[in-house]
């Protein structure tokens, strides 16, 4: 079977490299991928939002499936896109149709939805121009710190966390007034949860589904969790907090709830659901839907997975999912994101990464790399996600730091305490 995966990230390599284990894969195809991806298939110079230029890869390439990776072309309705389009309609996507896709594309919508099934989450008001004297007045009515969301996808950088109310209600105003675009011409206002996050995945066929091993990220760019928020710099799995009581409550109250309420309301889904979750003493609370998979937590994860991956995305085609094996492997998998010097904020392009043929006993992942003649150069802010597994987190992380001090290149960075909270927590 030949396979189309949309993305250029770690989460896209990842993907790659496990189709790749399995016996049913005939070629792999990325668009555009990465220097990664060019060892495992092919790449594609094409956006991921150039429907028409997926289309034409797809029929050329005789794609027999679709992997969409990031949000951004789920949003704009690539699933739909192939639904309508009578010489691809026949092509499985694995990814939610537009509705579905709203879960990410519209805090507003998702959080209306988790009403709507009894998910708990945290109290919120949504504020447009018209109400905002409204939205002033539910900050007012709840007590720092004030979490404020643009309403539409805004690359991860649109929620502000706030101390003091005159800082929130001004914010709000520039919000509203185009501080990120279109995106937050409506805001969402949220009760602030005091509590640690975690994240669930779940891969569904729309009736049935599979609930994949959590993991924790790393957001800042600092150690200790300082400093501006990030892509994501690291990712453990399987999370020390999330105990099989834990998990019961998730899919009691989240997973099961979800996926009938998207049948309920009749939204077609095959794909992934990301459970953004908090846990508040061993209560876990929906803070967000995401409508794909973490990255860099998918670095992780799929460390984890012994199963055919391509078997389960046929399972969510042909919605037989219930009939396919998941097997998680019980050990700990980590992922350290080496960041090129100057990221979140501003950085350079083109260095030259040195010693990748050096590592031994972890996965390299590429995120921003692209090959050029036998070398390999920095191409984004994330450029690699050293990934491990072993026997204990320790291990792990050992192995993976012991692996990005074989790698170099001009400005390189990397957080050096990812996993230092769980052990105290283990502690």
Aim: proline share 5%; net charge negative.
């Amino acid at each position: 079977m030949n396979i189309l995966i949309i993305g250029s990230g770690g989460r896209e390599h990842a993907f790659a490299w496990k189709l790749k284990q399995s016996g049913r894969i005939g070629e792999i195809f990325i668009a555009p991928g990465n220097a990664g991806t060019a060892t495992l298939g092919h790449n594609l110079p094409i956006d991921v939002t150039d429907f028409s230029g997926i289309r034409q890869a797809v029929i050329e390439n005789f794609i027999e499936m679709v992997v969409v990776g990031p949000e951004v072309p789920l949003v704009e309705g690539i699933h739909d896109f192939f639904l309508a389009d009578p010489q691809l309609k026949h092509v499985p996507v694995i990814g939610p149709e537009s509705h579905g896709a709203r879960l990410e594309g519209s805090k507003e919508f998702a959080k209306d939805f988790m009403l709507r099934n009894n998910i708990p989450t945290a109290k919120h008001f949504t504020v447009h121009p018209g109400n905002l004297a409204q939205g002033i007045e539910f900050l007012e009515s709840v007590d720092a710190p004030y979490v404020l969301k643009a309403d539409g996808l805004a690359a991860g950088k649109g929620v502000l966390i706030i101390d003091h109310l005159e800082e929130a209600i001004q914010s709000l105003k520039e919000m509203l007034g185009g501080m990120f675009g279109s995106a937050s011409s409506t805001v969402v206002i949220e009760e602030f949860l005091s509590g640690v996050e975690c994240s669930v995945f779940v891969l569904t066929d729309g009736i049935h589904y599979k609930i994949w091993p959590e993991a924790k990220d790393y957001k800042r760019i600092g150690e200790g969790d300082t400093g501006l928020n990030t892509g994501g710099m690291g990712a453990i799995s399987p999370v020390p907090f999330a105990t099989a009581d834990f998990l019961r409550k998730v899919e009691e109250r989240m997973v099961i709830p979800t996926i009938a309420g998207l049948r309920q309301e009749g939204i077609p889904y095959k794909g992934f659901i990301f459970l953004g979750l908090m846990n508040c003493d061993g209560e876990p609370y929906l803070i967000e839907y995401n409508v794909r998979m973490g990255d860099p937590e998918t670095e992780a994860v799929l460390m984890r997975i012994d199963s055919d991956l391509l078997d389960l995305f046929v399972g969510v085609a042909e919605c037989n999912l219930d009939k396919r094996e998941l097997v998680i492997n019980p050990r700990t998998a980590v992922t350290v994101v080496v960041v090129a010097g100057g990221y979140p904020g501003s950085y350079e392009k083109g260095a030259v990464i040195h010693h990748l043929d050096t590592v031994e006993g972890s996965v390299v992942f590429h995120s921003g790399t692209k090959p050029e003649g036998v070398k390999v150069l920095t191409n984004g802010g994330r450029v690699l996600a050293v990934s491990s597994v072993a026997n204990s987190m320790e291990e792990a992380l050992a192995l993976s730091y012991k692996n990005i001090g074989r790698i170099s290149f001009e400005k390189m960075n990397y957080r050096k305490d990812i996993g230092k909270d769980l052990k105290k927590a283990k502690g």
